[in-house]
């Protein structure tokens, strides 16, 4: 009879632990920057100048939250981003997904041509177009109006197009055919049969459109120069200027402006978690 080798492990293989080496140290150089925003939000102006950032603070100095609140009149610039937020990702979804079932269900002359040019505006910086941007802008009397900014924003998302787009290919279009047999519009078939489908791709994009939305500077701080109209993002802004900057308040800022955006992602983590896991796999 031939003796068999039996082997057994001791512990984790190389590769395994190379692994958690390699999460570990990515974990720790993600976290090192909100560690030190916490700790910095905490100290007052006279110790974070005599201190370094990752020193804890002596005494925890909880005022630089209602001042930061305060002075950047935070609350007013909540409610400009729940509106933007609100109407970018509406408008955005629809008029993405609309776009995606007309490029998806109809073959007509150009639809690879659009298809390609959308591909190549994704492949363009922003900021290169920028100049004509703000001049179309200009022209329609959309600078320094929340409107225009929203507007702006709807018309940039080429990406939730792409992901309606390859979501679409796994519907059969047996169900549109069944449903013209029926009597049902176009109109009705989008809304009725196409949009419940595309659940896991609505998401999907609420989720990559409305962090994008929400953590915009660059082109909020160009078209919303007035200060009623500004959001989170920009609100912050305050406290930089031609004299030196007012980090701690910035940091505490920065925390106050991630608490919603924190709850939110623990009230629906499941719904986030289905949306890009469905969005990750081409069935």
Wanted: proline share 4%; hydrophobic share 50%; charged share 10%.
């Amino acid at each position: 009879m031939k003796q068999r080798n039996y082997y057994y492990r001791t512990g984790p293989s190389i590769e395994t632990a190379l692994k958690y080496a390699v999460l570990v140290f990515l974990a720790f150089w993600t976290l090192l920057p909100l560690a030190s925003c916490f700790i910095t939000a905490f100290k007052n102006t006279e110790e974070y100048n005599a201190t370094s950032v990752m020193v804890l603070p002596r005494i925890w100095y909880v005022k630089n939250f209602t001042k930061a609140f305060q002075l950047a009149d935070m609350g007013r610039a909540f409610i400009n981003s729940v509106v933007v937020l609100a109407f970018v990702l509406a408008g955005s979804i629809i008029i993405s997904s609309q776009l995606a079932y007309v490029l998806n269900r109809f073959k007509f002359p150009g639809n690879r041509l659009i298809r390609r040019l959308f591909l190549f505006a994704t492949l363009l910086p922003g900021i290169a177009m920028q100049v004509a941007v703000y001049e179309i802008m200009g022209k329609l009397g959309f600078i320094n109006h929340l409107y225009g900014y929203i507007i702006m924003q709807m018309g940039t998302d080429v990406i939730s197009i792409y992901i309606f787009i390859q979501f679409m290919e796994n519907i059969s279009p047996s169900l549109d055919e069944s449903a013209i047999i029926d009597g049902a519009s176009y109109h009705t078939i989008y809304w009725k049969i196409i949009l419940p489908l595309l659940k896991p791709a609505v998401v999907t994009s609420m989720i990559l459109k409305g962090v994008a939305t929400y953590n915009e500077y660059y082109c909020a701080g160009l078209y919303l120069q007035d200060t009623k109209i500004r959001t989170v993002a920009i609100s912050l802004y305050t406290f930089t200027g031609p004299l030196g900057n007012q980090y701690n308040l910035i940091c505490a800022g920065v925390i106050i402006s991630l608490l919603p955006a924190l709850v939110i992602f623990l009230l629906c983590q499941q719904q986030i978690y289905t949306g890009i896991t469905a969005g990750a796999v081409k069935g």
